[in-house]
């Protein structure tokens, strides 16, 4: 509360100097102006407007010294003056302005010094379409990490037939964007950070404004990010359960879940074996001997009442390491995970958390805690007599929050059933993965990583589904089929190190989580063969079963950073060069075909005829069957061989089943006509006989048709996404990390035609074998 107190004080204080500044300029001339006056001028406004509070009556509740009145008298007087200062200028000095002006706006003290996570020189800001004074951001910068130069202009290009326009070697430098002209934007509600001149005002996604929530403002995991510091925001999103935040100045995003999380997660298939210790196999009894006394303590009743637990269908014999699964008293789904060590004997029971609406086991009771990776200290307070021989090394609380009607967030410290996601974005100078990271706070990772690295580092998951080394079959967005189907359990958190420890500043680490084997094919297994042991199937070691297991790979922090700059710049380059191409599925005909196997040349003939016009396409129908009356209709269906069509004409004639082809034509518009007739000086004539009259059409559409698909081919820009950029990192590995030889291969393969490249598989394939050439080298030096 005192922190509280003094930073509304000192903001009061901000407003007060802000508005003593404002009052000097009050009597400027049209000489007097300069980038320096206006900047302060300009940031002046912005920060009264978003922090100071108005009309009020006493010095104590907020009144500023200055009359407010002669605060908005000066800025009638100069807001045209400033505006038109602004619009003479590039774009620039127009940045540096208005990035000035959010840093100010957003920063504690509303201070002109540049603080560290400004954003300037990221931002474009372009004019909004209307009456003047307006401005939004509308593109960012894509930033070098080592010069701080732009990497790449928005009207800029790379030339693909000489190497030395290539990066690294060509100068990256602002000055090209720097000195053009502000562009222009349409006034749309899905703008981002929104400047208006003429009220002094800023706003974010159309919204205005705010300080950050005290709620929100004092969670740990906001606490422990950026500290004790105000920060302004603007919200999103606001839903039922969540609420998204910009913070305004920071490359970061909020996710508040207000509400409770009152869902546990499901209780597996594999898991339907109720566990008593009297209906144990011969094999089994070890589970009992290691269980019983810890469940009769503190699972057995009568307050909390008695839980229930359930174990796999089948253990195999030698297994090491028994997972049971404990059910909620309340929710009746899986609340706790109890790892039984055969050879260790002992107990670790891990409890199930929510952040974020995402499940977490979190470590909190152990019986041998000198094996644990939590740090569980045995309670060393008076008794009255020692403790049983199983819990002489035991630690921790069965139930730390007891048992409520929601899953709790945090098992240690004050029971929070609100949780906060902390996102940042690619753009973050500390963000190492080329993505959006989340931050992952220590208390979900109890009992998976060591507390000594818990303590050192970190921990934000990016947004990696599948290991790099997998690549899969890529669809039209980018990414594998088992990435869309997010059922794989992978997961990758990269570990920053912690500000105030030493020892391991150079050091990354990254944390796979994966899973292992099929429980699916163990149980079908099982019933086909016998026993668990005689599956062939892969297994984690311990446990004879299928689960999860975890990766731990540390690596210096420079070649992160290297690595990243190098898949960035090729990213970049791939960008401009357009070599890669999506694939155009058809999601009706592509299902068909994945299920057909082919199996003599007939079938391959007729899955290899693609069809002319594809499910949810727009054409025209020949309605009375003379090409006179064409009725605009939609494919419905595409039967194999790509000859009959099922169609709704969406008028009286309603739908038309196994439509001939002959009947069907691309759908025209008048502008379409109009253009083609201008375009090639053609004349069409009403009187044209019914053969003339078709073979004009079957021109028109076969041109018009070629038009459009280049104009189209022009305008759409396919960008690389986040898997595309993880696994440019196998590209670059088969050219020795060498970008110069990296980008020759790239333009060569762009220069052929006949050449489509849908994925990153087929790109590493390509470079792969271009690298094989040895004369690519003296090309290369040629060019220089």
Not at 291 to 314: C, H, I, L, N, T
Not at 416 to 432: C, F, H, Q
Not at 445 to 469: I, K, R
Request: include cysteine.
């Amino acid at each position: 509360v005192g922190d509280e107190k003094l930073l509304d004080r000192n903001s009061r204080l901000a407003c007060d100097l802000h508005a003593h500044k404002l009052l000097l300029f009050r009597n400027l001339h049209g000489a007097d102006w300069s980038f320096e006056k206006v900047k302060s001028i300009v940031s002046s406004f912005v920060f009264m407007t978003t922090r100071h509070t108005w009309n009020k009556a006493t010095r104590k509740e907020g009144r500023l010294l200055v009359p407010e009145t002669e605060i908005y008298e000066v800025l009638q007087v100069t807001r045209r003056k400033i505006i038109g200062w602004l619009h003479d200028q590039k774009q620039g000095m127009l940045d540096e302005v208005l990035q000035t002006a959010m840093q100010v706006s957003s920063s504690t003290t509303g201070s002109m010094h540049r603080i560290k996570d400004n954003l300037i020189g990221l931002n474009r800001w372009a004019r909004i379409v209307g009456p003047g004074g307006r401005y939004a951001v509308s593109s960012t910068r894509k930033i070098d990490r080592d010069s701080g130069t732009d990497k790449a202009d928005k009207d800029g290009s790379l030339d693909k037939d000489n190497l030395k326009s290539l990066p690294p070697s060509r100068a990256m430098k602002r000055s090209t964007s720097a000195y053009s002209t502000v562009g222009v934007v349409a006034d749309s509600v899905v703008l981002g950070v929104e400047m208006d001149l003429q009220i002094g005002q800023m706003t974010l996604r159309s919204k205005h404004l705010q300080a950050l929530d005290s709620e929100l403002a004092s969670h740990p995991d906001v606490k422990l990010i950026f500290g004790e510091h105000t920060m302004q925001v603007s919200v999103l999103e606001s839903a039922t359960h969540r609420q998204r935040y910009r913070l305004v100045g920071l490359s970061h995003e909020l996710e508040f879940w207000s509400t409770p999380h009152t869902d546990c997660p499901p209780l597996s298939e594999s898991y339907e074996r109720n566990y008593d210790p009297v209906e144990l196999a011969p094999h089994e009894g070890w589970i009992a001997k290691l269980f019983e006394p810890v469940r009769k303590s503190f699972f057995d009743g009568p307050q909390p009442p008695p839980m229930q637990f359930m174990m796999p269908m089948a253990v195999p014999e030698h297994a090491e390491i028994v997972v049971l699964v404990g059910l909620h008293q309340i929710l009746r789904g899986t609340f706790k995970l109890v790892h039984i060590f055969r050879y260790l004997k002992g107990v670790q029971i891990f409890e199930v958390v929510s952040q974020g609406r995402q499940w977490w086991y979190s470590l909190h009771l152990s019986t041998i805690s000198q094996f644990s990776l939590k740090d569980l200290q045995p309670s060393y307070a008076d008794r009255r007599s020692p403790f049983p021989k199983w819990w002489q090394q035991g630690a921790g609380d069965p139930y730390p929050k007891g048992v409520q009607d929601f899953i709790s967030n945090d098992l240690e410290n004050v029971c929070y059933a609100k949780s906060v996601l902390i996102k940042r974005d690619p753009s973050d100078k500390e963000n190492l993965s080329g993505g959006v990271e989340t931050f992952v706070p220590e208390r979900l990772l109890f009992g998976a990583l060591p507390q000594s690295l818990l303590d050192s580092y970190l921990f934000w998951q990016d947004e990696a589904l599948l290991p790099t080394s997998v690549f899969g079959e890529d669809n039209n967005n980018g990414c594998s089929k088992l990435e869309q189907d997010n059922d794989n359990g992978y997961q990758r958190l990269r570990g920053y190190p912690k500000n105030n420890v030493r020892g391991c500043e150079e050091t990354l680490l990254i944390v796979e989580f994966q899973c292992i084997g099929s429980w699916e094919a163990i149980l079908s297994s099982v019933k086909a063969s016998g026993p668990v042991n005689s599956c062939s199937e892969t297994v984690i070691n311990v446990t004879q079963l299928p689960g999860r297991s975890v990766r731990v790979s540390r690596i210096p922090k420079h070649y992160a950073k290297e690595d990243l700059t190098r898949r960035q710049k090729l990213c970049a380059y791939l960008e401009t060069l357009q070599l890669l191409s999506p694939k155009k599925y058809n999601s009706q005909v592509s299902k068909q075909i994945s299920s057909e196997i082919t199996l003599n040349d007939n079938t391959n003939r007729v899955q290899k005829s693609d069809p002319k016009f594809e499910v949810g396409s727009t054409l025209e129908y020949d309605a009375d069957g003379t090409s006179k009356t064409w009725v605009q209709s939609e494919v419905l269906k595409v039967y194999p061989g790509g000859k009959l069509y099922d169609i709704d004409t969406k008028g009286p004639l309603g739908r038309q089943t196994r439509v001939p082809e002959m009947f069907l034509r691309n759908y025209q518009s008048n502008r379409q006509r109009q253009g083609r007739e201008k375009g090639y000086e053609i004349m069409r004539f009403d009187g044209l006989s019914e053969s003339e009259d078709e073979a004009w059409a079957d021109v028109e559409e076969n041109d018009i048709g070629k038009f459009s698909k280049d104009c189209s081919k022009q305008k759409q820009k396919f960008t690389i996404t986040f898997e595309q950029l993880d696994r440019l990192g196998h590209c670059l590995s088969l050219v020795g990390n060498n970008l110069e030889i990296c980008f020759a291969i790239c333009r060569r393969l762009s220069n052929d035609s006949e050449r489509t490249i849908t994925c990153i598989k087929e790109l590493s394939n390509a470079i792969a074998i271009e690298a094989q050439n040895l004369s690519l080298k003296e090309e290369i030096r040629e060019s220089h």
